[in-house]
């Protein structure tokens, strides 16, 4: 079968599973055997199916397009450093006719990604606008899939053990009832399944997307799945709380996005990635070209540069006073003065704050800690695998359309967060906000790879980031299952109770860490970081200006392996700080372990490159969007001009070596703080805490960014919400209460009317009918000698009438 | 001419022309004869004369529909019809038209259908069987032959086959004082109006010097049209309200109406719903017949044309100003009623009314407007066929509720729906469909009498006539909701009578006759294209 139907078929098939298991559960959920236990085996089995239909489609990939090793090597980056020079200086002697080149005049030789697309359905055609539900799949596509669908898998079983509880009544000890009472509830062990097949169902839906509508729908169903499921345990007041705050500062990020979709859809009527093929106004298909190849026209190069109808609609006033035969040739001459750009700019800024809500990124990250209330399955699947890389997801998805202004605001978003985040996750006691806090860091990590022109290495870090990010929450929900808290200083010695736990959790956090062997081997997070340090370096090195994003990554990577080592020595070292949590830690059963042994292994192996050239890194290679293999120049919006640096320089000297040591030596650093402070000894933590008092309780305090949020805008939005109310009791209601007393006045007023008048009127009419029916009536006397005498008289009588009335035609 | 050529031109008219299209009739009279010899002889008495009669009216409905499906237009024509539209019958006293077979196969159906009423219901007896279908029958091949009458002597003699057995049959509950003097009273009423329009007849047979109706209207246009003297035209306007006043007594229309109450109240259910339906169908049809062939000749010209618009106007408001009156009254009389079957004789009385005004609307448009005056009397049509399912119905009702309750006051149907919802809800069908509301037949019907009315006035034919018709129709409807409803709420809203212990026994059968004829009152009340092709045929006789 041909790909290009074949890869739809699956890929679609396994979208829908999910779909069909919550659909299934919703209608039939409490009946599946006792408590609705077999739920779990519903929600497994459509998963697995997924699962395998995903396989099936990365071995077809795989089969139709080899994954080859040195496909953008790093002799290939040698043969462009003299490319990359001249643009530059060509560049300068050209600045402001035309905002953006592709370095080297060359770029028309680079091939797009392989892809295809296309539409399923249909949703609604009219006029410009058209929605419909399609797919765009590339390696990238197949890839996520591929990591969304096993991640899943592993916390679906994972979750049929860890959810066991809810198979008989519970009683929630977190929750007091007025009476003084725990609350005592029946168990919800369906439900949790039903939630967790809609969301896979709702993020392969995003992954699959065509279209920046369909992205935008999954986006909105997986919030809400998150929603569900962060208010999980609702009757815990933080635990709704939780939810809410998550839903709400998404749609902050989403009021963002839907700008950037209407500044899209407005200037350019589409919001198809990929070129599709609608119906014409004859009745033959028409190439109708999507937003990639509109803002990097192939008879440019795949340079990016402000599409035609960006230019049009910001130079509005101008095509006014055009003839519309004009326009056209105009068009170049507008660009050139810069029309268009701001909007080109808009649109990559407002998609981007919905990733900056979805992927918890600064400013919004604040509710992704919060959403720890969630049960631990949820954690490791929704808030740190897959929902919150959907933002790092679509940014890398939508990456041709973003403008080098638009990377450098990324990157320096995700600086900020990654270094925010990773303060925090330094002084923070809770096993759980420790990793949220490590997710939201290394979420600001992809960001940033991306923002300085890392496409391959910010996906890349997704990838094997969800499997050591799910490994360790896993991890962790392991062990709030044996101790029941999360509280990390009543932890300590678990070691010696659960070795499975405590070795794969270890894995986990060496994996983040990246570790590894400088040059020779490492485990999946020592391929990621170091690419991205390498491509931070080449960016700084390409913008001086801008080198602190450099310092920002490493210096997170030292930061980030103090807390986690920190977190495993308080875990699982050294002596227990209370026996009375020792005393019921065990291990977790087979159905929890087994899961984690199978992400251990992947947390491994995931950044290895096979001999023969297959690996995830050269896999997304090919799905690099057209125009990016070569060194960007341009920039307007912060007076300066920018270069987004080649990936592939980064992959030559002396990025690499210097990278590769930078990262050894900030976790090694790392690494022996954590065990200096919590293993050996040497240093009191609390000393520590002491001494630098200020700072500790400012990170302690999260930066204070609740209460500054809830300074900010809370505590406003209450006001206006109390003047709002008084405005609307005081006035509005007495004004209603008037206008209702008014009429009830009026209304008696003619209700007397009525009364008197009109019923009156009726009444006496009906009276009159009646009695002239029953003096009619009378007329019928029953007396036969009347009747005959009434033939007579009704001759006469007609006659007489028709005399009098019609003489004329009688008269003839 | 000699006599043998006219003997044979006589029988050649005779067998080739008139008995070919008089089988219906003769399918009639021979099942008479058949249920009367069961009777008699000993070796059929085995026989029960319902279904003998059933069979023969099988039979004559056979016919009549070949007949009418023979009509030229029509789409159910088996061969291609060659037929004229219109034949005269023996020599000029009959004619066969459209209108002619739309009334036989009405009629035809109507007695199918009643038989099995009647056998259902239980009256007549088995005993009284023969005598019963012998003059329903005959009452029957009356009507039939007042539908196609094209002389005043057959009118008369039409008439009075078709009334005559009437009176018997008002009187079939022997014993009962209220029936015996229902019987009199009809009988006595039927001889004086009989008396009138019989000296009707001679008045206009006098003046003009024929019975024939098309060699009258010749001879009434030219008298018309060429301004005679004063005397004759009286003459001939009185002899045309006595002719009237005859046909004004079989539609009871008012002030000829007087015996339709007495006789409803005091017959059996059954006898009610013959006259109502298949009596009124045939005296509709005959004032039809006799006003159009008296006011149009086709090929009138000059003088005894405009004579002959004159004439119609005449008849227009004679027919328009007796059906005003008729609703009005028949309505207003209604609202005091007791008595069950005496609110339905007014609400004939009042129905009466509406198919006069189509009929004043189809002679006003006759020679004006012919799609108009085609499109009136398929509105006619239509409303027959769909008064003949209403009527059926609630005659039906009430004869069941006499058999389960004994009584047929309303006050006795109180708390009905608790008992016999089923029943209820057939009477809500027929009484709100008598109302002429949607989504039931009635309103159908109604409303194309009414359209019919309302393309005269914007055709400007007659218009204030028609205006005022139009009004008081849309008025009288009104009207009739208050006592059509009023028996609905004594149903439904009034507490059940406890001393009527019901005998609550299945009733199979009568459910099922209630059911097979008020299901049609619903389901032309929807889908009407059917039976509206069937009327419109009727209509084409009027060209």
Known sequence: MDLSTQLPQLLGLAWLMPLASFVLILFFGPKMGHHGRNAAWVATAAIVTSLVLSLVAFVSWLGAHPVSAGHHGGDHGAAHAEDHADAAGHVAGEHGSDAWHAAGGHAAAGHGPIAYSGDWYTLYEGGRLRLSIGWYIDSLTILMFVVVTFIATCIHVYASGYMHDELHDVTDHEVTLTDGHHLHRPGRFPRFFQALSLFCFSMLGIVIAGNLAMVFIFWELVGICSWFLIGFYYERKSASNAANKAFIVNRVGDFGMLIGLMALWGALGTLQFADSSVPGADGHAVTKPGLFSLVRPADHGHALRVPDGMVEFAAAEKVAHTPPAEVAGKVDAWRAEGFGRWLLFIAGVGIFCGCVGKSAQFPLFVWLPDAMEGPTPVSALVHSATMVAAGVYLVGRFFPVLTPDVLLVIAYVGAITLFIAATIALVANDIKRVLAYSTVSQLGYMMLALGVGGWAAGLFHLVTHAFFKSLLFLCSGSVIHACHTNDMRKMGGLARVMPYTAGTMLVGCLAIIGAGIPFVIGLSGYYSKDSILAQALSFAQANPRHTILFYAVAGGAALTAFYMFRLWFMTFAGEPRDHHVAEHAHESPQVMVMPLLVLAVLAVVAGWTLPGGFGIANLLEQSRPAGTVETAVGGFAFGQTLTIPAEHLSHGEPFHSTATWTAFATALGGVLLAAAMYVWRVISPAAVAAMFRPVYSFLANRWYFDELYHALFVVPAHGLAAVASGIDQGLIDPFINFLAWTTRQVAGIDAWIDRTFVDGLVNATANATWTLGNELKRLQTGSLRQYVTFIVVGTVALFVIASLFFRQALAG | ?543
């Open chain 2, 1 to 543: 001419m000699d006599l043998g050529t006219l003997l044979t031109s006589n029988l050649t008219d005779t067998l080739d022309v008139s008995l070919p299209h008089f089988r219906t009739e003769l399918a009639l009279s021979a099942t008479i004869v058949l249920v009367l010899l069961c009777r008699m002889l000993p070796v059929l008495r085995w026989l029960d004369s319902g279904f003998v009669a059933m069979g023969g009216v099988a039979f004559a409905l056979w016919y009549a529909w070949c007949d009418f499906r023979g009509l030229p237009g029509s789409p159910w024509a088996t061969i291609a019809a060659s037929q004229p539209g219109s034949v005269e019958l023996f020599g000029g006293l009959l004619v066969f038209d459209s209108l002619t077979a739309y009334i036989r196969l009405l009629l035809c159906g109507f007695l199918v259908l009643y038989i099995l009423f009647t056998k259902v219901s239980g009256i007549p007896d088995r005993e009284d069987g023969a005598d019963f279908y012998t003059l329903v029958l005959g009452s029957s091949l009356g009507m039939c032959l007042m539908a196609s009458a094209n002389h005043l002597l057959m009118l008369f003699m039409a008439v009075e086959m078709a009334s005559v057995p009437s009176y018997v049959l008002a009187g079939l509950l022997k014993g009962r004082k209220a029936s015996s003097e229902a019987a009199l009273k009809y009988a006595v009423y039927g001889a004086g109006a009989a008396g009138v329009m019989l000296y009707g007849i001679s008045l206009l047979a006098g003046v003009l010097g024929t019975c024939h109706l098309p060699s009258m209207a010749a001879e009434l246009g030219r008298i018309v049209g060429e301004g005679a003297d004063t005397g004759s035209i009286m003459v001939l306007a009185l002899g045309g309200l006595m002719l009237a006043a005859g046909l004004a007594f079989k539609l009871s229309a008012v002030p000829f109406h007087f015996w339709c109450p007495d006789v409803f109240e005091g017959a059996a259910a059954e006898v009610g719903a013959f006259l109502s339906v298949a009596s009124k169908a045939a005296a509709v049809a005959l004032a039809i017949r006799v006003a159009f062939s008296l006011g149009w000749l086709g090929d009138a010209t000059g003088v005894t044309a405009t004579g002959l618009a004159d004439v119609r106007h005449f008849s227009v408001y004679l027919i328009g100003l007796m059906a005003a009156v008729t609703c009005t009254l028949g309505n207003l009389a209604a609202y005091g009623q007791t008595n069950m079957k005496r609110l339905l004789a007014y609400s004939t009385i009042a129905h009466a009314g509406y198919l006069l005004m189509g009929v004043a609307a189809a002679v006003a448009m006759l020679g004006v407007d012919p799609e108009g005056c085609r499109a009136a009397v398929a509105a006619l049509a239509f409303y027959l066929a769909t008064y003949l399912f209403m009527n059926l119905g609630a005659f039906a009702i009430v004869a069941v509720l006499r058999n389960r309750l004994r009584s047929e006051e309303i006050a006795s149907y109180a708390g009905l729906v608790h008992t016999n919802p089923g029943l209820v809800v057939a009477a809500v069908v027929v009484l709100v469909s008598l109302v002429g509301l949607p989504p039931f037949a009635g309103f159908v019907a109604k409303l194309q009498v009414f359209a019919a009315l309302a393309n005269a006035i914007t055709k400007g034919i007659e218009r204030p006539l028609m205006l005022v018709l139009l009004v008081v129709g849309g008025m009288n409807t009104v009207l009739s909701l208050f006592y059509y409803l009023r028996v609905l709420k004594v149903m439904t809203f009034d507490p059940p009578n406890d001393a009527r212990v019901a005998a609550a026994a299945p009733v199979w059968l009568p459910g099922a006759l209630v059911t097979a004829v008020v299901v049609p009152v619903v389901l032309l009340g929807i889908f009407w294209g059917g039976l509206l092709a069937v009327a419109q045929l009727a209509g084409t006789f009027a060209s």
